[in-house]
């Protein structure tokens, strides 16, 4: 498993940004995929998790209806579409990537991770 995430960048209040993980191993369609942030000084947070397939998603409370979780497995991509962005969504946002059937949203429970993408919200 290797995942590269991508489609951060600077963007301003209210805006809409989609982030990719592209996993250039050829287990994606099996694995449970999520994203995590970490905004700075804090610790790294849950966002999203999607199941191998059936659309099963859970998110936080805090970005629900706002951001959608998706997949296209037969491009290896996961997806994190964000709507009506804030500061607080200031963050580095990751991808991660766990087997199983169980979504979770302890980092530790997932053991592979992509790099990082830095989304920056300003007011």
């Known amino acids: 498993v290797q995942l590269q995430a991508s489609g951060g960048g600077l963007v301003q209040t209210g805006d809409s940004l989609r982030l990719s993980c592209a996993d250039s191993?050829?287990?994606?369609?099996?694995?449970?995929m999520a994203w995590f942030r970490q905004a700075p000084g804090k610790e790294r947070e849950f966002v999203a998790a999607?199941?191998?397939?059936?659309?099963?998603?859970e998110y936080a409370d805090s970005e629900k209806g706002r951001f959608t979780i998706s997949r296209d497995n037969a491009k290896n991509t996961l997806y994190l579409q964000m709507n009506s962005l804030t500061p607080d969504d200031t963050a580095v946002y990751y991808c991660?990537?766990?087997?199983?059937?169980?979504?979770?949203?302890?980092?530790?429970?997932?053991?592979?991770w992509g790099q990082g993408t830095l989304v920056t919200v300003s007011s």
């Open positions: 991660a990537a766990r087997e199983g059937s169980l979504l979770k949203r302890t980092p530790t429970e997932y053991p592979w």
């Open positions: 191993g050829r287990t994606f369609s099996t694995l449970i």
């Open positions: 999607i199941r191998q397939s059936r659309g099963i998603k």
